[in-house]
């Protein structure tokens, strides 16, 4: 038995997409699109996003010239081949593409990744070529560098090639009518991966969503700032790096942060489940269309907030990160042998040390002990193969404790302990 459909009002499709329900109902007439399910009780027409995201498409078209009829065909045809896509044999020219997009960036053949996206968005729907081709190209690049397999700059030529299609994708897209609920995407402070974000944003564009997109390493005050001005539906927060959620520290302080719902997603989170319960918002899926699908149901909710006590060592952790990072540099390089002295220098140290302070005052703000655990198992599968040992590491890690431990004392180093033990254990 079919699932009936649940969902919105032709008077809603119309707001959304910013077509009039007289065009609605003739292009459901004449083209079936869209298809909506009549309810059983009142026989009401009931439509869902798959029904939204059709109806853009038709506008999309036909504002570019094309005749309904022949919008509609199109229609057909692309979601012939989307659900043509699901079969294993359908599938195999996605895997073939997604395999020829990967073995160009590790050429570092720019050429031929753009033709290969090209071909990929001219046979495909943009959901397909996002999900499918393009977050498992870089999710398999990401695991060679970490491998040190990749230098950072093919890592960086991937995502840059790959981006500037995306953004082309997205700025071709039909503008949404301007009551379209609102949405504004950024990524969390410090935060420079984007890929997600961008992603997230063309798939809400196709289902009916206005989108404010923001981009990499949003400050608080600007986002706080515009979401006083625009007064979006909701607030869309990425994060990548733990080096991102630092940044969010703040708005763990109520006082601090947007009154309207925050959404949170992105790679952290769907590798981290225990932060999830902690963030000063809602997290909605470890994919994108699962977060555009759930957005519909965002609504405003209390949210976990720490002791004032935690709040205080992870806003002194921040404040002070410079200043420790520094001090831990010339400590733990007049430790070591002149031969590896002339190796290492005060910027990797401080790099390094950066990344476990923000790492402590994550792990304590957000109460993940977790982190701890997911990050060091990060740098020990990502510095080995870069000539840093795993005794380096540790030595590092000793240095960092004693220089913390100057720092701080009495209550603040009770709270600090445990998790620097938990450091050194792993």
């Known amino acids: 038995m079919t699932e009936a459909k649940i969902g919105f009002t032709i008077k809603t499709v119309a707001e959304r997409t910013g077509v009039s329900v007289h065009t609605l109902r003739a292009w459901e007439r004449r083209y079936g699109v869209p298809s909506p399910n009549r309810n059983a009780e009142n026989r009401y027409r009931l439509y869902d996003e798959q029904d939204i995201a059709d109806v853009l498409f038709l506008k999309q078209h036909v504002q570019a010239g094309v005749s309904p009829s022949q919008a509609s065909a199109l229609l057909r045809q692309r979601q012939t081949r989307s659900v043509e896509a699901t079969t294993p044999e359908s599938r195999q020219p996605i895997v073939a593409m997604q395999a020829s997009l990967l073995e160009a960036f590790a050429r570092s053949d720019e050429a031929t990744a753009r033709q290969i996206l090209d071909q990929a968005f001219a046979m495909f729907a943009p959901e397909i070529v996002a999900l499918e081709i393009i977050t498992p190209t870089m999710y398999t690049i990401g695991e060679r560098w970490m491998r040190n397999e990749l230098t950072v700059w093919q890592e960086h030529l991937a995502s840059n090639v790959i981006q500037q299609k995306l953004f082309s994708v997205l700025q071709s897209q039909p503008e949404s009518s301007v009551v379209a609920p609102h949405l504004v ?62 940044g969010l520290i703040p708005w763990l302080d109520a006082a601090n942060r947007p009154a309207m719902p925050l959404v949170f997603g992105g790679y952290l989170l769907n590798n981290l489940p225990s932060l999830r319960e902690h963030l000063p918002g809602v997290f909605l899926g470890e994919d994108a269309m699962t977060a555009v699908q759930n957005l519909a149901s965002v609504s405003a909710c209390e949210t976990w907030v720490p002791s004032k006590r935690v709040r205080h060592l992870a806003n002194a952790l921040q404040s002070q990160r410079l200043k420790i990072a520094g001090d831990v540099a010339s400590k733990f390089i007049a430790t070591l042998p002149a031969t590896l002295q002339r190796r290492w220098d005060a910027s990797n140290i401080n790099f390094a040390t950066l990344f476990l302070m923000d790492t402590l005052a994550c792990a304590v703000a957000f109460d993940v002990p977790d982190l701890i655990d997911w990050e060091h198992q990060w740098l020990m599968e990502a510095m080995p193969p870069r000539s840093v040992s795993p005794s380096l590491i540790a030595k590092q890690l000793e240095t960092f404790k004693m220089i913390l431990r100057k720092y701080f004392s009495g209550d603040e180093w009770r709270l600090l302990y445990p998790l620097i033990e938990r450091m050194e254990k792993k």
């Open 185 to 246: 995407a950024a990524c969390a402070p410090s935060e420079e991966h984007q890929l997600g974000l961008v992603i997230f944003a063309l798939l809400a564009r196709r289902q009916g969503w206005r989108v404010s997109y923001l981009g990499q390493g949003t400050p608080l005050a600007d986002i706080l700032h515009l979401s006083r001005q625009a007064k979006p539906n909701v607030i869309v927060i990425s994060i990548t790096t733990v080096v991102g959620l630092a």
